[in-house]
């Protein structure tokens, strides 16, 4: 008995089953009850609520109360089908077979991660994407689909396998429809422009075209090399012109905004709230200061982490290439912090960053921003981020091809992309020629001289700095724009606080 309740104290074999045909937890067998116990803590570790790890648990101790096996003869699929039927059977509310559905699978979940067995392969709807296609094509894209997927990661074979259906699928039915398809050589330009066409009408992007024409040459091409006779016109399509686009970082006020609201929940009173504050200020600040994609956020693995060094290693990211990430004293504080919350190894994957005891989806990263955007009014997308990161090192004088290899561009077309708004050369001519178009229409700057914008001053000292000069001159001109850089920002901030939050080097004055 204890002091407070002057009661007995809480024990799993003092609970007695809803169901009496179900073992009570005092007669299972001690490895039973050990895993039953390693089940709750594993919850626990995830970030559940009590209320969400009780009412898991009750769906656990009741199928190890129908099962008469020991944990590791255990069926994840056949056993737990046999008892969700059983648990119909009792004629249980809705909600509640509901609540007991979700339990069950993350005790198959965990079943899986403790006896080490892989995540059963998610199924495709082959009739739904093929409706329409003649069986002899559709074998065809399964079989292209099934030389795809050797390349692609594990956790992402599905959802790219839907990916290249989404894209490859709705041109096939087209043309099925549309005429008569007996060979792949009926597969011809005519067709693809019909269908163009007609997507075009419907309001579709020309980028979205493109990725329909991609996914069908990647198609023929394939077929092409294994022998199968396909149209060769077909094969020399070019896509629409798409037209280049400047990427759209983040305003600076926009980006405190966001971090504050991050830091407000990360000191929520709740352990919930305080726990995925942690978590996203951890995977903002790789995006934002490491220059991190998303999927690199969400592929990252303890074992890619170099703590005493402040790095990251990139492996096998987009084009399958490796590269090798810093992280600033900032970063590396929220990385620690959601250590420590993240939970023991003992019960988790090997994944840095880990929702209910699976890796980052897709939309995670999204979503989270979207609900921080309804607290400041701010929308921000997640490769926004990594956008801000290439234009603050830009703005900060790191040199292109030094930004190039830290964000892992393939072309320094791609990073210049980033450096067509921020070219100190490039201000600095405008400067100087629009001082003597005003002169044509007569005005004259200097009955009215106007202090200098901190860009116009940065432009001149950035286009000095692009001609012939010692080492001495440089750490000149450095230093001069360092502190330009320094007085701007003094008269601007409010409090030193916010010095500390963004350095110097990441202001952003050329707007």
Avoid at 42 to 63: D, F, K, N, P
Wanted: charged content about 25%.
């Amino acid at each position: 008995m204890t002091k407070k309740t002057r009661q007995r104290a809480f024990h799993y074999k003092s609970i007695t089953p809803p169901d009496p045909e179900a073992v009570p937890f005092a007669e299972w067998p001690v490895p039973n009850r050990n895993f039953f116990i390693a089940f709750r803590r594993w919850l626990q570790q995830g970030g559940y609520s009590e209320a969400t790890v009780h009412i898991y648990c009750v769906a656990a101790r009741t199928a190890l109360g129908y099962l008469p096996k020991l944990y590791w003869q255990i069926d994840p699929v056949k056993d737990l089908d046999a008892v969700r039927e059983r648990i119909v059977e009792r004629g249980l509310s809705p909600s509640t077979r509901s609540d007991y559905h979700k339990g069950l699978l993350k005790l198959a979940e965990y079943l899986r991660h403790k006896l080490d067995k892989p995540d059963p392969p998610r199924p495709i709807n082959w009739e739904y994407h093929l409706k329409g296609v003649p069986d002899w094509l559709g074998n065809h894209v399964r079989e292209y689909i099934a030389h795809r997927r050797k390349g692609w990661r594990p956790e992402d074979k599905h959802r790219r396998a839907l990916d290249t259906l989404g894209h490859l699928a709705p041109v096939l039915r087209y043309m099925a429809e549309t005429a008569q398809l007996d060979s792949l050589e009926d597969i011809d330009p005519l067709l693809w422009f019909e269908y163009m066409e007609q997507r075009l009408a419907a309001g579709l992007h020309p980028k979205t075209v493109n990725c329909h024409l991609y996914r069908l040459k990647g198609f023929l091409h394939y077929l092409d090399e294994a022998g199968k006779p396909v149209c060769q016109r077909t094969l020399l399509i070019k896509p629409l012109a798409e037209g280049g686009r400047v990427p759209r970082d983040v305003p600076v006020d926009h980006l405190r905004s966001l971090l504050t609201a991050i830091e407000s929940q990360a000191a929520h009173r709740h352990l919930s709230n305080r726990r995925m504050a942690v978590l996203d200020r951890a995977w903002v600040f790789l995006m934002l200061y490491s220059g991190l994609r998303t999927c690199e956020v969400r592929h990252l693995r303890l074992k890619d982490l170099d703590r005493e060094n402040n790095r990251i290693r990139i492996e096998q990211s987009k084009g399958f290439n490796d590269r090798l990430v810093f992280m600033n004293t900032v970063t590396m504080e929220a990385l620690e912090s959601w250590m420590a919350m993240r939970g023991d190894a003992e019960y988790l994957s090997d994944f840095v960053f880990l929702y209910r005891h699976k890796p980052l989806s897709r939309r995670y990263c999204s979503v989270r921003l979207r609900t921080y955007s309804k607290q400041t009014g701010n929308h921000i997308s997640p490769h926004q981020l990594r956008h801000s990161c290439a234009t603050l090192l830009l703005n900060a004088g790191a040199p292109v091809v030094t930004v190039q290899t830290l964000l892992g561009h393939k072309n320094i077309d791609t990073t210049m992309g980033y450096a067509r708004l921020y070219d100190g050369t490039i201000a600095a001519d405008y400067y100087r020629a629009m001082g003597q178009v005003e002169e044509l229409f007569g005005t004259n700057p200097d009955e009215n001289p106007l202090p200098p914008h901190p860009g116009e001053l940065l432009a001149m000292v950035d286009s000095l700095s692009n001609g012939s000069l010692n080492e001495t001159q440089r750490e000149t001109l450095a230093a001069l724009r360092k502190g330009i850089s320094m007085l701007s920002l003094a008269s601007s901030c409010e409090a030193g606080k916010e010095m500390l939050e963004f350095p110097v080097e990441e202001q952003i004055w050329l707007k």
